[in-house]
């Protein structure tokens, strides 16, 4: 739960803290209790101001990719946008490494309320590509927004 949504985590994941993602600022953070090769799998929500220019979802997704520069994805792909709660958003999955550490990201990007937001899955790559679509759409399928 957040300010401005809810959204229920798969049974068995925990909510999150600071100290697991101390550099992120996020609304919500959810995470597996089990670990897949030496990572958990999470779902993070973040503020991302910056989204409510982009009313076009091309250019939402052109935007993310231009943001997700920093992590240097791999193998990064736009997927078929998605409603979540009444509202249109982007999508791209890739994926990531941080040291030593490998994942996949898949994320969403919308807009509410004249806020924009980035839904963030990442996973562990032993985790089923069809584990992890079904991961997320139980998640964006319980999603409400509250304001």
Request: hydrophobic share 35%; charged share 25%; no cysteine.
């Amino acid at each position: 739960t957040a300010d401005a949504f809810t959204f229920n985590a798969p049974e068995g994941w925990r909510t999150g803290d600071e100290s697991q993602l101390p550099s992120i600022n996020f609304e919500a953070l959810a995470v597996d209790r089990e670990h897949r090769n030496g990572f958990s799998d999470n779902v993070n929500v973040l503020q991302e101001p910056t989204l409510v220019r982009y009313d076009d979802l091309d250019d939402r997704v052109e935007a993310a990719k231009k943001g997700l520069a920093s992590l240097q994805p791999t193998n990064v792909k736009v997927e078929s946008p998605v409603r979540i709660d009444g509202e249109d958003a982007a999508s791209l999955s890739a994926d990531a490494q941080q040291g030593a550490v490998k994942y996949v990201i898949v994320q969403y990007y919308v807009v509410h309320a004249k806020k924009g937001y980035v839904v963030t899955f990442s996973y562990s790559p032993s985790r089923s590509t069809e584990k992890r679509r079904e991961i997320a759409e139980s998640v964006l399928a319980s999603w409400k927004w509250t304001s």
